[in-house]
Structure formats: structure tokens, C-alpha cells
């Protein structure tokens, strides 16, 4: 997939495109059915089917307070709309130059100027623009006039409630990873390096991947997870426990995996993906390592037994 960092850097040679525009934190299947309607124009077309977003969520620098943490990270982004069909990112620094842009001038230095748009997909009551004043109508209107074409995808709805980032966000800060994967269209995930711990789960039978603290992709409560770990192309069956293992002493918050089964991997400085499943249990602490030993080995067990009905 091609990226581009600012506007200068857009090649002649993908232009004319199909523009779509918007966060997309957590290609989520509201994100997932305006990016079908982004590929299925540029075939139609024969155009270049490209993403518009940002480096930040917005809020990052009209209101830090309110700032929500990601969904996924840049590189997670950039690999799922690669892998639904997007061709090019245009991915813009989100600073206050560009919060202080005019509608109108947005999409003629963006949309006109770099990209050729011949058809822009937006969500349903897209908003953008200084003071989020320009509005799905503008489009419309500047589009008859500088030659694109504009598709509102109508928002996606699961149960009464529209499905969005925020949603998600929710059901996996309270651990519920099997709703969040639903809404997501596939089970969440958390990408990093892993790094060396103090080696704990080794000296107790059960050796632990630790993933870095600056991995991509939000982490789940605090519990312990059935899923995978993928690393270098092979699945591994684990246990995934998510918190800041107060048993054992004060770390910060961090996923370990134990691959199930598994005592002889190395997988050190290797990167791994941590892919949540169901919760086996929330958070606890215990009194004794006697207790805390006692209880991993039946979060495994449930973990494995979980898992037989993935296969």
C-alpha cells in the first residue's frame, strides 16, 4: 500500500482517484461498509480507491480532555485497509493549521488539488472543516461544481444502537471481548515487540510473551483472555493475562501470553500479535504465590478447553 504524508507527496501516477474520508479507528464494520462502497466505486471507475485520514484523533488537538484512547494503532490501520481493498493513504498531521481550515478550502486542497477526486464516500453526517462546518450538502454542492461526485454510506446499526469506536471502546474497557469482535467484524487484537520480564511465569511452569508497553491496539480490562498469539506467521493457542500483575509486585499495565502447552519457544524481540478471544475471568490478586500458581493453572485449563471450540 502506498502512504503519503502530506499533499506534495501524492503521485501523479494514482491520479485520478475515489476518495474516502474519515478516522477509522478500528475498521470497524460501520468503517468496513463505507470502505466496500470506496472499492466497488474505483472498480467501476477504474480509479485509484484512497483513504483521507489523520495521524491523531482530532479531539488530540480541539480537546486533549476528551481525547479517547485508540482503538488500533497507525500500522494496525494501515494493514486492515490494505487488506479490504484500499489502495493509497493519505494520511495528514492533524495540527491546528489544519483544525483552522475552511471547509471550502479543505476539500479544494485536498480533494481537487492532490487527490483529483471524482467520487468522495463519507459516513452518514460526515463533518468537517474549521468548527466541523462543512457538512455532507457542501460536498454535494462544491462536488457539482469541481467535478466529484459524493456517496453518504447510511450508518450501521447492531441491535438500537449504531455501531462506532466509542461503543467498542466501551464493551472492551469492561472486557467483553466476544461483543467488541462483533462490532469489530473480527476479534480484537493487540500488536508489539516482545520483551524481557523478570521471568516469573518461568520459574513457576508457565512461561509468558511479555508485549511491549507501547504495542498497538487497546488493551481489554484487566483479566485474563482466551485467544491466540500469533507470531511469524504461526498461531499459538494461549492464555492472555491483561493488568499490572500486582500478585507479584508493581509493573505497569501489559498483556503476557502463555502459549498453551508450550515451554520451549523463544520469542524474544520477535514481533507478536495477542488476539482475544473470550474473558476467562476479570482481575484479581491473591495472598500467596501458592494461590496465585494454583489459579493460572486452571486459567489455562479454561483457556485450552475455550479454545477446542474455535477449532
Known sequence: MKIWRAASAVDADWLPTVVAIGKFDGVHLGHRALLSEL????????????????????????????????????????????????SAVLELEFNGALAELGAEDFIERYLVDALQAKTVVVGEGFRF??????????????????????????????????????RIRGLLAA????????????????TGLVEHGRKLGRTIGFPTANISRDAEGMLPA?????GWLWVGGTR??????????????EVPRLVESHVIGRNDLDLYDQLATVEYL?????????ESMDALVHQIGADVESARLTLQRYE
Not at 143 to 150: E, Q
Not at 278 to 286: D, L, S, T
Request: net charge negative; glycine share 10%; hydrophobic share 40%.
Open 278 to 286: 473470550e474473558q476467562i475471568r476479570g482481575w484479581a490478586k491473591f
Open 236 to 249: 499459538y493457542p494461549a492464555a492472555h493475562s491483561v493488568g499490572t500483575n500486582d500478585s507479584v509486585g
Open 129 to 166: 472543516g474549521a468548527q466541523g462546518r462543512g457538512t455532507v450538502d457542501l460536498l454535494r454542492s462544491q462536488g457539482a461544481s469541481l467535478g466529484f461526485r459524493v456517496k453518504e454510506v447510511p450508518a450501521i446499526s447492531l441491535g438500537d444502537q449504531i455501531i462506532s469506536s466509542s
Open 175 to 190: 472486557g467483553d471481548v466476544l461483543a467488541a469482535a462483533v462490532l469489530l467484524g473480527r476479534p480484537h487484537q493487540t
Open 222 to 226: 484487566d483479566g485474563v483472555y482466551a
Open 39 to 86: 472499492v466497488d466505486r474505483a472498480e467501476e471507475q477504474a480509479l485509484t480507491p484512497v483513504v483521507l485520514t489523520f495521524d491523531r484523533n482530532p479531539l488530540a488537538v480541539l480537546a486533549p480532555e476528551r481525547n479517547p484512547e485508540s482503538l488500533i494503532g497507525p500500522r494496525q490501520r494501515v494493514s486492515l485497509l490494505e487488506s479490504l481493498g484500499v
